[in-house]
């Protein structure tokens, strides 16, 4: 018995949290995929009706723009905050004096929620009270910054805000990678005469691609979870100009009491995040089987 | 340590000059964005030290006239969050009960669970692995109701022990992908020779791993007390008069729908809502680069 | 006949008998949180505490109730719903068909709500037959408000139709300023809509298109008129309205910057907490046309194990519309009294026309609800109304497409 348990330990300390996450994850897309199959309205109900809220779902003009929101948000969102982040971690890489400081304050944004930081944004943005008004003030009549009030900008807004606060994140990411990077080898190519933005391309970037992967995941789960952001700094407004699926979802699930179709939009969004992940955990558990 | 600032392939002549441009715009590129980042806590802050009067008749953005530190303790001792008026104070303590065990079981779980699967591989364990990764993408909206539902069938619904649980349950995903990520990149033969030493999996873990993980600790803490701290749709939904945690609170103060805006103290709250995980950042965060260098590079 | 004398006579002894049965228990769910808000709900608990009772609050604020309504689905769902909720609206009957609801029927017959609210008020309160809700107050949204000093430098008078504020807008911007502070949220753009669908359209129409969601309503040539109307008012706002606050909105409007604001009448906090006097400093009147658009604010029990509790829902209910109550916190709230007896006198001249208007209303049939702020349809499709009101408000959008897509959404909301 004794040996059993010793052989079996392992998957005797694994066994609870993997049934949690059963239970508490795929148990729940299991029953929000059955929801979504019903006409439930206020509160949740088991009869299926078919796929009546998908068809709704597809019929909704403002759901179509939360979709095209979602891409266009998620690839400025993504792409931006990952090219910023390693161009601040290679900046902060060349031995900067004040390095601690600056770190802390490209990193902080991650430390504080949008529920907080949000009002501040939507100041800064709005060209009545914040930067518009400020660099007119300063001389520049013609000056003009009005996406968050213009209907086919306003979504950019919400990627400046996004990638405020998780960019700082990305650069510890990228950070953390440039200091494991073997010193020997650039020193050698440094003495071999090969230029500097060479070393990065050709050596050092490569070398990171675990944390590209790492960088692009954690962001990815931010975008398609990116709820907070837009609630605080637009409302989802200009009209729905910025909806974005979990707002969507939000906003039919709590505020409309028609629990049936945020559970269609619920399963639309999983589904999109399968495709996004999927492909992750594939290479992840090929490179490490290797 | 990539030092590239001193390229030795320059002739002496071009460095001189070319060094200390170089330098100066780095450090003015590097200032650029710091005011980026710095420029919503600039706006936060001194809206906070403004008076009411003073908000509504000048510009938004601009220093404060006369400093004023009401807001702030109104902020902390006398806003209403209902109908009681004692600011922030009474909240903050069930975000401590909230976010402290919550955070030290699942770094606790993630520990154990990425030390299995990372150094004990049996069948299955990078399945179930990539389940549990997996986790950490549902939308917390999603979750919501059926899990209402679950707690009060366990009869710890509206409670912080259901709080401390749900938070516990989503943290596993995240935790045990830094703890897996770390542990792999320590050689399977040290578990190996441990075991011909006849050391048990408990021992391992205790003696071996666990001294060895500060780094990833620091990482892991870090992460789930920003994510629990500042969460507010758990925090709502599953709590009760007595154990709403401080993010309702502020959201209370926050959010008035038909009240008159008292904009220095949203942000003053703000700001003293959002104290620990900044300070956590600020005195940690050289630890969580550390964390990460070493744990994130190999996964 | 003999059940209803049974009823009585057990509300009555509970009623009566209070503190001997049970301590009177309450855990309150509700969204008043800050400032006056907060202050006319302490008022309730005070009485409350007055009276024996143990009040717990559930203060939960955001986006109108929303984060309320959220927290009360997670606390129904795990059978740990709070005593009492501040609901409004058809969301009552929508709980009540949940069967979660309480029966307070016999405080309320106890009490004669019948006799001393509005029928169209009291018809709210009430589930098939018995009352489910009591109501707090009575919030008019189609106000004007406008400041005083600004409309007699360019020698106007508060407009009496649409072309009449029309004229007034022009004159304003010719002279250089804002004619309308306005803030671009979903919400206030449904208000101002519903403003001018009463007022163009009419208590008919707006009964039949808000209320009975008729399909050849929302797609007549007064719908489309409607938002004709609002894409002019689009061009009386300021070009960075979008997402602005209804209180930075009324700030415009105090410190002269705009002429006018279309709001509810929570504006006038905003004028008083800044030392404005009505009459003088600013104006206030029902926005063009007739009829008067409601917002009760009300609170429904649920149903609880325990009777500590339920002795706590009864109290609460009969406090709630009792005439002190009712004049105490709608003094602080500006709002008027759901009920029809309780004296003005200390209400201001706005609240005095609020209260003469909804009698006057009342008694003609025009007493109508307010669709923007959820008491006139169910979520879904007063939220499916909004999608398409705000997206013509803040687009190029035609007023014939926005019919179209109105007619669209309200099918497809089922």
């Known amino acids: 018995m004794s040996e059993w348990l010793e052989n079996h330990l392992p998957k005797v300390v694994l066994a609870p949290s993997f049934i949690a996450v059963l239970i508490f994850v795929y148990g729940f897309i299991g029953w929000t995929a059955w929801v979504s199959l019903t006409r439930s309205k206020l509160l949740p109900k088991y009869e299926i009706k078919g796929f009546i809220q998908y068809d709704r779902l597809f019929d909704s003009p403002r759901w179509d723009t939360a979709i095209n929101n979602l891409y266009v948000f998620g690839a400025l969102f993504i792409v931006i905050a990952m090219v910023l982040g390693l161009l601040l971690a290679i900046l902060l890489d060349q031995k900067i004096r004040v390095e601690g400081a600056i770190r802390t304050i490209y990193l902080y944004p991650m430390a504080l929620s949008m529920i907080v930081t949000g009002t501040a944004w939507k100041w800064i943005l709005n060209p009545g009270l914040g930067i518009e008004a400020m660099v007119q003030g300063w001389g520049f009549p013609n000056f003009k910054f009005d996406w968050l009030v213009n209907p086919d900008y306003a979504i950019y807004t919400i990627v400046i805000a996004a990638i405020w606060q998780s960019s700082g994140f990305v650069m510890a990411l990228f950070l953390a990678g440039l200091r494991s990077v073997d010193g020997e080898i650039i020193k050698a190519a440094q003495v071999d005469g090969i230029p500097t933005w060479r070393i990065y391309t050709a050596i050092i970037i490569p070398s990171m691609a675990p944390i590209f992967l790492s960088a692009f995941i954690v962001l990815a789960h931010l975008a398609i979870k990116s709820f907070d952001l837009v609630i605080a700094l637009t409302g989802g407004g200009p009209g729905y100009a910025t909806d974005l699926p979990a707002t969507y979802m939000y906003a039919m699930a709590f505020s409309r009491g028609d629990i049936g179709q945020a559970a269609a939009s619920a399963m639309i969004m999983m589904l999109v995040v399968f495709a996004i992940v999927v492909p992750y955990l594939y290479s992840e558990l090929r490179a490490k089987n290797d | ?41 600039f706006v936060m802050l001194t809206t906070s030290l403004k008076s009411l009067e003073e908000i509504r008749t000048g510009s938004l953005i601009s220093l404060p006239r006369e400093v004023s530190l009401d807001a702030w303790k109104t902020a902390w ?18 975000s401590v009960l909230i976010a402290v065990p919550a955070v030290a079981i699942s770094t606790l779980l993630g520990a154990l669970n990425g030390f299995v699967v990372a150094q004990w591989r049996f069948k299955g364990a990078n399945i179930i692995f990539s389940l549990m990764l997996f986790g950490c993408f549902i939308p917390f909206q999603v979750v919501l109701l059926p899990m209402a539902r679950l707690l009060g069938m366990m009869g710890i619904a509206g409670t912080i022990p259901g709080l401390i649980f749900v938070h516990v349950i989503y943290g596993l995903g995240f935790t045990t992908l830094f703890f897996r990520n770390y542990y792999v990149t320590i050689p399977a033969e040290l578990t190996k020779a441990a075991r011909v030493d006849g050391a048990g999996f408990f021992r391992i873990f205790w003696s071996i791993f666990l001294p060895l993980s500060l780094p990833i600790i620091v990482v892991t803490v870090i992460w789930q007390f920003t994510q629990i701290w500042n969460d507010f749709l758990f925090g709502v939904s599953f709590s009760q008069a ?3 945690p401080v993010t309702v609170a502020l959201n209370n103060i926050v959010n008035s729908t038909t009240g008159v805006k008292e904009y220095n103290v949203d942000m003053a709250a703000a700001i003293i809502a959002g104290l620990p995980t900044l300070l956590v950042y600020v005195v940690a965060g050289k630890y969580f680069i550390r964390g990460l260098t070493a744990g994130s590079v190999k996964g | 006949m003999k059940r209803f004398a049974l009823a009585t006579a057990s509300s009555l002894a509970v009623l009566a008998g209070t503190s001997v049965m049970a301590e009177p228990q309450a855990e309150v769910l509700h969204w008043w949180t800050s400032g006056g808000e907060a202050k006319s709900v302490a008022v309730l608990q005070e009485e409350f505490a007055a009276n024996g009772g143990t009040w717990t609050d559930m203060p939960v604020a955001g986006g109108g109730g929303d984060a309320a309504m959220t927290a009360l689905r997670a606390r129904v769902l795990a059978g740990n719903a709070p005593t009492a909720v501040q609901l409004k609206g058809p969301a009552i009957q929508e709980w009540y068909e949940e069967g979660v609801l309480a029966d307070i029927s ?39 408000w406008a400041n005083a000093d600004i409309l007699a430098a360019n020698d106007i008078e508060m407009p009496t139709t649409w072309e009449e504020f029309n004229a007034a807008a022009e004159k304003l911007q010719a002279a250089g300023i804002i004619p309308l502070a306005h803030g671009g949220q979903a919400w206030q753009d449904a208000t101002v809509f519903e403003a001018v669908a009463l007022g163009i359209g009419g208590p008919e129409f707006f009964k039949k298109a808000f209320v009975d969601l008729d399909p050849e309503t929302l797609t007549s040539d007064t719908m489309v008129q409607i938002f004709d109307q609002m894409r002019t008012l689009r061009g009386f706002v300021d070009e960075n309205f979008s997402g602005r606050d209804w209180n930075l909105a009324t700030a415009m409007v105090m410190n002269g910057e ?52 339920r002795a706590g829902q009864e109290l609460l209910a009969k406090l709630i519309v009792a005439p002190k109550f009712q004049e105490v916190f709608n003094l602080n709230k500006g709002s008027i009294p759901a009920r029809t007896d309780v004296a003005l006198d200390k209400f201001d001249i706005c609240a005095k026309i609020s209260a003469e208007d909804m009698g006057a209303s009342s008694a003609n049939g025009s007493l109508l609800p307010s669709y923007a702020h959820g008491m006139a349809l169910r979520g879904a499709q007063a939220g499916a109304i909004t999608d398409v009101v705000t997206a013509h408000f803040n687009s190029d959008m035609s007023s014939a497409d926005a019919v179209q897509q109105l007619a669209d959404a309200v099918a497809n909301s089922y």
């Not at chain 2, 030795?8 to 650029?32: E, F, N, P």
């Not at chain 3, 009505?278 to 658009?293: I, K, R, V």
Request: contains cysteine; charged residues 15%.
């Open chain 2, 1 to 41: 340590m990539t030092d590239l600032s001193m390229p030795q392939t320059r002739t002496r002549s071009q460095s001189a000059t070319g060094k200390i441009a170089l330098r100066w715009l780095l450090y003015v590129l590097l200032g650029l964005f710091a005011l980026y980042y710095l420029m919503p806590l």
């Open chain 2, 77 to 94: 001792s006398g806003a209403c969050t209902g109908i009681q008026c004692e600011g922030l104070r009474p909240y903050f303590w069930n």
């Open chain 2, 242 to 244: 007595g154990t709403q």
């Open chain 3, 106 to 144: 016999n405080v309320a017959e106890a009490e004669g709500w019948a006799e001393v609210l509005p029928a169209s008020i009291a018809a709210h309160m009430q589930c098939e037959g018995t009352w489910c809700a009591a109501p707090v107050n009575v919030h008019r949204i189609d106000w004007i």
């Open chain 3, 258 to 309: 705009a002429a006018f604001q279309i709001m509810g009448d929570w504006a006038k906090g905003e004028f008083l907490a800044a030392g404005k006097v009505p009459g003088e400093d600013f104006l206030c009147a029902s926005t063009p046309g007739d009829g008067y658009l409601y917002n009760v604010d009300s609170f429904a029990m649920f149903d609880v194990d325990g009777d500590d509790k």
